[in-house]
Structures are given as C-alpha cells and as structure tokens.
C-alpha cells in the first residue's frame, strides 16, 4: 500500500505540470489568433470559389497521442463533444486532468474510507467530474441556443427581405448576438469563405449543436436551395415553428410541475431523514460507518437511491 500511495502522488504530479501546461497553451495562444485572422484576410482577397480548406480535428497537441486517439471511434465522439460544449481543451489535456483526479482519488482515499471497492468507486467517480461538466456546459449551450435560434432567423429573414443574401443574414447573427448562437454562426461563416459549400457548413453546424431546431433550420435552407421558392417566407414559417414548439414546451412544464415537485421530495427524504437522525441520536447511524455489514448495506442502499433518481428523472423528463 504505501508504494501504491507513492506512485499515486508522483503520477498525480505529474499530470497536474502537465495538465497546468497544456491548459495554459490553450487560453494563452496568440499565435492562433494572428493566423486565425490571416486565413480570414485571406479568404477574403480571394474570389475564386475553388478555395478548399480541409479541417483537420486535433484531439491533442501531442503528435503521437493525437495519432492514437484519433484511430478511436470512441475518443472521436468525446472530441465531438468537447466541440459541442466549446471547449478551449482538447481532449488528450481533458485526459490529463481526468487521469490526474483518479491519482488524487487513489491517494486522498486511504485517509476517508478503508474500503478497497469504496476508494476505487470514489476514484472512479471523481474522474468522470470533468465528463459531467462537459456534458453540464453542453446542455447549457443548447438551451441558450434554441432560446436564441428564432430571433436570429427573424434577423436573417429582415436581411434577405431588405435585399442581402443568405450569407449576409448570416454574417448579421453572428455580429449581433452573443455566445453560443453568435460563435457558432460565426464558425460557420468562416467555413463558408474558406470554401465549403453553403449544405455541407449548415450540416457541420448542425452536428456541432445537436439541436433538432437546428436540423429543421438546415433542412429547410438545403431543399430550398435545391428546389428553388422564397427562402426568406421559409424561415419566417420555421421561426414561427419554433415559437410553437417552445410554447407548448411551457405548457407540458407547468402540467408536469406537480409531478417534478413530488419527486423532488421523494428524492429529498431519505437524505434529509438521514441528516435529522445523525443530529439527533449519533449512535444510531454508527454502525453504518464501523460495522463491515453496515457499510456493505450503506453502499447498497446509496447505489439503490441512486438507480431510483435516474429512475425518476427518466419519468418526469418529458420531450416535445
């Protein structure tokens, strides 16, 4: 045990330099700032549409790491998602800071529990807090983004009306809004002046987002395209859509209030009855903590309230 608890403090040394290293590289990069804008100059000197720029995803600033995640189907879609959740870490830095959480998990372990399977749990779980702020920070984006997406296609649809082109309309939204819709219209602009078609920068947006507005959106834009009709009417007709669905979003929330306050209590109770006993007769719950069956049934009963609130979520989240 004690030459675990050394290698667990020399390894999590050690990806805490590095992780502190590559998160550093990635906020402070001017480099990619200046060249950021030099492609942007030069994409607009040039008028010729045959301009190509191949987007290379890179998982990490290691060259050899990034060769080996990349042949990972799996390690693809969480670069996926640090890309959805705009991430300034790439995901061997992502990795870094995961494997390090574990390491601290490992040696701040022995002195809480004496559990073997407990420490391992803990340090299991407190790796995944990085995954479970992504996936936090991508929820987030996606609903600030549908909050935003109908007044900047009723933006674009004033610009096209008022006789600019699509691209134009797009240029507007990501001028005038904010993060996320305007960083993402922005993305999608570049691409288009870097070369890539109008279709294939709206799916790349759509898969950055993940938002079925968003694939209605693109949908709408691509037939048009093919098909020919009045582009402006089809995204006023989408917005409008839009607000329907979020209007009758609030009406399933508020029906389905009692219903999520109900769970909140039921949810709450057991910890709250826990807390009042612990107060009130300290003894009582010792043998949870000191006896080897008590803490077999304490983990037991964790993990089957656990299992009960994803349970629960799963019934009260409703989609529309």
Not at 45 to 51: A, F, L, N, V, Y
Not at 101 to 107: A, K, P, S, T, Y
Request: one cysteine or more; charged letters at 20%; proline letters at 3%.
């Amino acid at each position: 045990m004690h030459y675990l608890i050394v290698i667990a403090i020399f390894l999590t040394v050690v990806l805490l330099i590095e992780g502190s290293y590559f998160a550093s590289r990635a906020v402070y990069a001017p480099g990619r700032r200046r060249v950021r804008r030099r492609m942007h100059t030069v994409a607009q000197d040039h008028d010729d549409t045959s301009i190509g720029i191949v987007r290379r995803q890179a998982l990490s600033e290691i060259a050899w790491v990034n060769r080996l995640l990349v042949k990972m189907p799996l390690m693809q879609r969480l670069g996926r998602l640090l890309e959805q959740a705009n991430s300034r870490y790439t995901l061997g830095t992502f990795f870094l800071v995961s494997t390090g959480l574990f390491c601290l998990g490992l040696l701040v372990g022995p002195f809480v529990v004496r559990i073997a399977y407990v420490q391992m749990l803990g340090s299991i779980v407190l790796s995944l807090t990085p995954l479970l702020y992504i996936f936090r920070r991508k929820k987030w984006r996606l609903q600030q983004f549908e909050k935003q997406l109908p007044d900047a296609l009723d933006l674009v649809t004033r610009a096209m009306q008022a006789g600019h082109t699509f691209m134009i309309g797009i240029k507007m939204v990501g001028d005038e809004f904010s993060e996320p819709i305007g960083t993402e219209f922005d993305k999608t602009l570049e691409e288009m002046n870097f070369g890539v078609s109008v279709p294939e920068a709206l799916l790349g947006l759509s898969e950055r987002v993940d938002c079925p507005d968003v694939g209605l959106f693109v949908t709408a834009v691509i037939v048009q395209r093919e098909t020919g009709g009045n582009l402006a009417e089809i995204l006023e007709k989408t917005s409008q859509v839009i607000r329907q669905r979020f209007e009758l979003l609030g009406r399933v929330r508020v029906l389905a209030a009692e219903g999520k306050l109900s769970a909140l209590i039921l949810v709450a109770l057991p910890f709250v009855a826990g807390l009042i006993l612990y107060v009130t007769s300290p003894g009582y719950l010792t043998v949870l903590r000191t006896d080897p069956i008590g803490q077999v049934a304490a983990v037991y009963a964790v993990s089957m309230m656990v299992m009960g609130i994803l349970a629960i979520r799963k019934i009260i989240r409703i989609r529309v």
